[in-house]
């Protein structure tokens, strides 16, 4: 690929078109310097097309694998299975992949092989989490302990690999019900749609072995809650978020907004953030 012109906006391909493919696209669509969505890929193209009615400048839809030939940055937002298909040829080929699967990165990180040796890039937003930056900091450091404890709607856990395949049922759940403790990576497999923030996490900080995390169904709670402890030589510090779910309750809303603001630190003058 030719060395863009710095005056060149670079090319936005989004693989997934669902609660937050479609909010990234339409912020994409309005107008963002610097940024110019060019494709989209979603398992039902018509659909897509149909909702792109209204785009100021609708774009193709393509498949997962081709989404690099009309990109410089790729975004995940597909389910976590597919991750793959979309990263290996965007990394062969040098481009840069925005994973929001974060999860099934953990069991992926041959990619990150890939993407040095083709001069690719994999960036992993903050998401629904929050302190991404001060555990990145400390991570220079020595951490002792990082623990996460997930509070959600029974809702946002529907269809967990690990309730089901434990026969682990929460509809007329009427109290707080802890269905999970063990390794970041544990939940990752074990919740694939439902805590890519604990594999952020562990990313960040002390890996996907020594990052801890606890999963709550909660009938109590309409957001998806939570809340991170850290123990460092730098600093000791605790933080809650409470996020509002999106059209998918698996996903909160702050989840596709992160993603606009990980783009746009991409071609902005000024970077705020670690």
């Excluded at 785009?55 to 793959?84: G, H, K, N, S, Y």
């Excluded at 809702?155 to 395949?165: D, F, K, V, W």
């Excluded at 923030?197 to 909660?218: F, H, K, M, S």
């Excluded at 730098?234 to 606009?260: C, D, H, W, Y």
Aim: with cysteine; charged share 20%; hydrophobic share 45%.
């Amino acid at each position: 690929m030719p060395p863009l012109n710095k005056t060149d906006p670079l090319r936005v391909a989004l693989g997934g078109f669902g609660a937050i493919g479609k909010t990234v696209a339409q912020r994409l669509d309005r107008g963002i310097e610097g940024l110019m969505l060019t494709a989209v890929s979603a398992r039902h193209a018509e659909r897509a097309t149909a909702a792109m009615a209204d785009f100021t400048r609708p774009v193709p839809v393509v498949a997962l694998e081709e989404l690099w030939q009309t990109a410089d940055i790729v975004v995940e937002c597909a389910p976590a299975a597919v991750l793959r298909v979309l990263a290996e040829p965007a990394l062969t080929h040098g481009r840069t992949v925005i994973v929001l699967s974060s999860g099934a990165l953990l069991d992926n990180l041959d990619l990150v092989d890939m993407a040095r040796q083709h001069g690719g890039r994999i960036l992993v937003p903050t998401g629904a989490l929050l302190g991404l930056d001060a555990v990145v900091a400390a991570a220079e450091g020595e951490i002792a302990r990082v623990h996460m404890i997930t509070r959600k709607p029974p809702s946002g856990l529907a269809g967990a690999p690990y309730l089901e395949q434990r026969g682990i049922v929460l509809d007329g759940l009427e109290a707080p019900r802890c269905v999970f403790r063990g390794t970041a990576h544990a939940a990752a497999r074990g919740f694939p749609a439902n805590v890519n923030v604990a594999a952020a996490l562990a990313l960040a900080g002390i890996g996907p072995e020594r990052t801890t995390i606890e999963i709550w169904a909660d009938p109590g709670v309409t957001r998806n809650t939570h809340r991170i402890e850290v123990e460092a030589d730098a600093a000791r510090f605790s933080m809650q978020i409470e996020n509002v779910p999106s059209e998918n309750p698996k996903t909160g809303k702050l989840t596709p907004l992160s993603t606009i603001a990980v783009l746009k630190k991409l071609v902005s003058p000024l970077a705020i953030g670690t």
